[in-house]
């Protein structure tokens, strides 16, 4: 199993140009999401999916769209990106199942910068 | 307040040392937590999962304190290996949806 896939790994944007994240997964996880992580603020949640048609908003998603048309891909797109979305940005996803349902794989990490 | 608060460190302790590290929650309904692992530039891994008082794997132990709502990690005998960003997870959503709520991490690093 390849696990939980990003891509790009690094990427760099202009203010106001949109772009999507790809995250893919070949655990057959029911449970996706997508986290930004910041220096000093840990990870904070943007949107997780807890199967696929089903989406919902997590701490912070404005700026930040999701859909999830399968149950292995979970893209992130950014509609008009803003200095304030440089980040680093993962994915992570976990079964709903009963034994150790919640322990979360994440992908590597996409690193986001924009100018 | 934060959700989930750590101590920030960094730690620097020598090989062989014994370092502690605790973490404070304020949802007083979570029933589980995790201790990941980040490495510089990396994905977070999990290193445990806290459930009920608490619970052992090898070096490392962690503690939970519903009382106080505070869980601790304890790293026995450190190798330079462990060096890394210790987060601190809170499970606040739940046992099915796994909407985690991270501290902002603890940094330790070991030296010879």
């Known amino acids: 199993n390849a696990g939980v896939t990003q891509t790009p790994k690094f990427q760099v944007l202009k203010t106001g140009q949109s772009m999507t994240l790809q995250c893919a997964q070949d655990m057959n996880h029911e449970y996706m999401s997508w986290y930004r992580q910041d220096p000093g603020m840990g990870l904070r949640l943007i949107h997780y999916s807890v199967g696929a048609g089903i989406t919902d908003q997590g701490e912070v998603p404005n700026g930040y769209n999701v859909s999830r048309s399968t149950t292995e891909d979970f893209p992130l797109r950014l509609l008009s990106a803003a200095p304030s979305q440089t980040s680093v940005y993962f994915c992570?996803?976990?079964?709903?199942?009963?034994?150790?349902?919640?322990?979360?794989?994440f992908g590597p990490g996409t690193r986001l910068t924009v100018l | 307040r934060k959700e989930v608060e750590q101590d920030p460190g960094p730690f620097n302790v020598p090989e062989g040392a014994t370092v502690a590290f605790n973490c404070t929650y304020s949802?007083?309904?979570?029933?589980?937590f995790f201790w990941y692992r980040q490495d510089c530039r990396k994905e977070p891994k999990l290193l445990m999962s806290?459930?009920?008082s608490g619970n052992e794997d090898g070096r490392f132990t962690a503690q939970l304190n519903r009382a106080s709502q505070y869980i601790s990690l304890l790293i026995r005998d450190s190798k330079l290996s462990d060096s890394a960003t210790y987060l601190c997870?809170?499970?606040?959503?739940?046992?099915?949806?796994?909407?985690?709520?991270f501290g902002q991490g603890t940094i330790l690093t070991v030296h010879p």
């Open positions: 806290v459930y009920s």
């Open positions: 992570a996803s976990s079964y709903t199942g009963t034994s150790t349902p919640d322990t979360q794989y």
């Open positions: 997870v809170d499970n606040a959503g739940g046992t099915s949806y796994g909407k985690l709520t």
């Open positions: 949802n007083s309904a979570s029933q589980s």
